[in-house]
């Protein structure tokens, strides 16, 4: 016999939060999200994250259809190589990808502020920004309070903590549950794409996703997002007349500055940074990136010279260790809050957006009388917990990811930095392997476990 929809409160307007909101009122369940930051636009900055066919396949699940046409309308450029490159751009293998011939099994460039502003499309009544989280009640009837620290409170019959890698609420529900640092650093910094810049460039890095794999302990990551506007926010030639009047009627073109640019972030052990790196800023940083980077390609380092320096940002790399069992209750999380996750492929959002996939889907069978909500929850949880954490080791494994990888250690690190091109150099020459890679490139972020 179906029950009366519940009331959820979801902790942080982030991007496994929102797409769980969008599900939840599709099913008609009542939602609440409360955001820490002041506005729609605060707290992010424009760079890439790959949205594969997990998360593609969330989005279209739990969006209105008209939000899930305007992300698609939204992605930059899809990335037609994926290139490993040395710190003076020679290449060491270069692999050509899919085209994106269908919208869900494919990889999508994404600029994390432009889907913050599809996200809240439709939400306005249902996101309460400026509200940071303190702490929660849970009581003997079912429901849990959430206390603000503007002195407000919000009650509902579930509390969902999508809260990211700092979540407040797993400090208090989870207090055993480790974050640790993963031991790298990184610096993102923007570039705008001029003429100029796109001619440093040559045509596969600046149409793919390149992998420099530097001497001297330095990684680095390099991609151009074009989107379908200009900086005036006019609609490009060659957009689609159905996906250009879906872009100038989204009021989010008008919240969203991101405009074309080059995406280049570098990487070492943490060994290797100042102690203050974390409260490095602007020029100074721009700076370290190119101290890090004294043997690079002087285009690279032209790049880095011309970054945007309110874009540098520093970002110390966390990973979560597998938390042992608990028992469920009306409080559960999600992403981040849970399974936090190194960097790269996107996988720490695709893997949030599948857990808003899973649990809505949960609360709906609650909803019907299938099971009750704990029960729900606990069957989430049951699911979400092996996998989450199965990526989480899968992005620490990675090269360069682990501040304890061979590839920082003094001598042994130029056997594994010649270990890593050998790989990629021969796999892009041998066709079976090129083809196995190719279809573990857009695979990687699927649901099989």
């Known amino acids: 016999m179906p029950t009366a929809p519940p009331h959820v409160l979801i902790i942080g307007a982030g991007t496994g939060g929102l797409c769980l909101a969008h599900g939840l009122r599709r099913a008609g369940i009542s939602v609440a999200v409360y955001e820490r930051h002041q506005h729609r636009s605060g707290g992010l900055l424009g760079y890439r994250v790959g949205i594969g066919p997990t998360g593609t396949r969330a989005l279209r699940d739990c969006l209105p259809p008209d939000v899930f046409a305007t992300f698609l309308a939204t992605c930059a450029q899809a990335p037609r190589y994926f290139n490993v490159l040395t710190q003076k751009l020679t290449e060491t293998a270069s692999f050509e990808l899919r085209p994106a011939v269908d919208p869900v099994h494919t990889e999508h460039s994404v600029n994390r502020m432009t889907m913050r502003q599809v996200l809240l499309t439709g939400l306005a009544d249902v996101v309460h920004f400026d509200k940071t989280f303190i702490r929660y009640e849970?009581?003997?009837?079912?429901d849990v309070t959430a206390h603000f620290a503007d002195g407000t409170t919000a009650t509902g019959d579930l509390l969902v903590a999508a809260d990211g890698t700092h979540s407040a609420v797993r400090r208090q529900y989870l207090p055993h549950a480790v974050?640790?640092?993963?031991g790298t650093i990184n610096i993102a910094t923007r570039i705008p794409l001029t003429p100029h810049t796109r001619d440093l460039l040559a045509e596969r890095v600046r149409t793919g996703i390149s992998l420099i794999f530097g001497t001297g302990g330095t990684m680095g990551v390099l991609h151009v997002m074009e989107f379908p506007w200009h900086?005036?926010?006019?609609?490009?030639?060659?957009?689609?007349?159905?996906?250009?009047?879906?872009?100038?009627?989204?009021?989010?073109?008008?919240?969203?500055?991101?405009?074309?640019?080059?995406n280049l972030i570098i990487w070492s052990t943490a060994r290797r940074f100042p102690a203050d790196v974390m409260r490095m800023r602007g020029d100074d940083l721009i700076g370290l990136a190119l101290d890090l980077t004294p043997n690079w390609h002087p285009h690279l380092r032209e790049l880095l010279s011309r970054a945007d320096p309110g874009s540098?940002?520093?970002i110390r790399v966390s990973t979560s260790e597998p938390t042992p069992p608990w028992k469920s209750t009306t409080v559960t999380l999600l992403g981040d809050a849970i399974h936090t996750m190194t960097p790269g492929r996107g996988v720490g959002a695709n893997t949030a957006l599948r857990d808003a996939r899973l649990l809505c889907e949960q609360l709906a069978r609650a909803v019907d009388g299938d099971k009750t909500l704990v029960q729900a929850v606990a069957d989430y949880e049951a699911t979400m917990v092996p996998y989450g954490f199965a990526r989480v080791a899968e992005s620490l494994n990675r090269?360069?990811?682990?501040g304890d990888d061979r590839m920082y250690r003094p001598v042994v690190g130029r056997l594994a930095l010649l270990g890593a091109r050998g790989y990629f150099g021969v796999?892009?020459?041998?066709?079976?392997?090129?083809?196995?890679?190719?279809?573990?490139?857009?695979?990687y972020e699927g649901d099989q476990d």
């Open 179 to 182: 974050i640790r640092d993963a």
């Open 399 to 402: 090269s360069g990811t682990s």
């Open 231 to 262: 900086t005036d926010r006019t609609i490009k030639k060659g957009v689609s007349a159905d996906r250009a009047a879906l872009l100038r009627a989204w009021p989010g073109l008008s919240q969203d500055t991101s405009t074309d640019h080059i």
């Open 427 to 443: 796999t892009s020459r041998v066709p079976r392997l090129r083809r196995r890679f190719v279809n573990d490139f857009h695979t």
């Open 312 to 314: 540098a940002l520093p």
């Open 138 to 142: 849970q009581h003997d009837d079912g």
